[in-house]
């Protein structure tokens, strides 16, 4: 069992940047791939990036690649999402996600399915 609380959201400027943060506690965050999803009123939840076990690898949603990083410190049982050029529709509650599986495709963690445990959320709103 993990829990994770994400933080670091906000109001900001369309152009600015924002940096959320997902602490862990409970299992050795080091066993889970990582990933971070947003969810807008109205709309499903969809993938923006995930980060392996070891934070050596990465996979971006194309709407977002080039705009966002993912990152982790498994010392600090923390994965960030930094969040650069920012637009209005990005705004949406954004979500971590902690994954047990091992699958082969990078396409597979794009799925809410790939992930056993998930936290409260945080808004982020962006205005123009």
């Known amino acids: 069992q993990v829990q994770l609380v994400e933080s670091g959201g906000g109001l900001v400027q369309a152009g600015g940047s924002l940096r959320l943060s997902c602490t862990a506690s409970?299992?050795?965050?080091?066993?889970?791939?990582m990933g971070w999803f947003r969810q807008a009123p109205g709309k499903e939840r969809t993938f923006i990036a995930d980060?392996?076990?070891?934070?050596?690898?990465?996979y971006y949603a194309p709407s977002v690649k080039g705009r966002c990083t993912i990152s982790r410190d498994n010392a600090k049982n923390t994965v960030y999402l930094q969040m650069n050029s920012l637009k209005p529709e990005d705004t949406a509650v954004y979500y971590c996600?902690?994954?047990?599986?091992?699958?082969?495709?990078?396409?597979?963690?794009?799925?809410?399915?790939?992930?056993?445990?998930w936290g409260q959320g945080t808004q982020v709103t962006v205005s123009s």
């Open positions: 409970g299992r050795t965050f080091s066993t889970y791939t």
């Open positions: 980060i392996t076990r070891r934070g050596d690898s990465t």
């Open positions: 996600a902690a994954s047990l599986g091992y699958y082969s495709s990078s396409s597979d963690y794009t799925k809410t399915t790939a992930y056993n445990y």
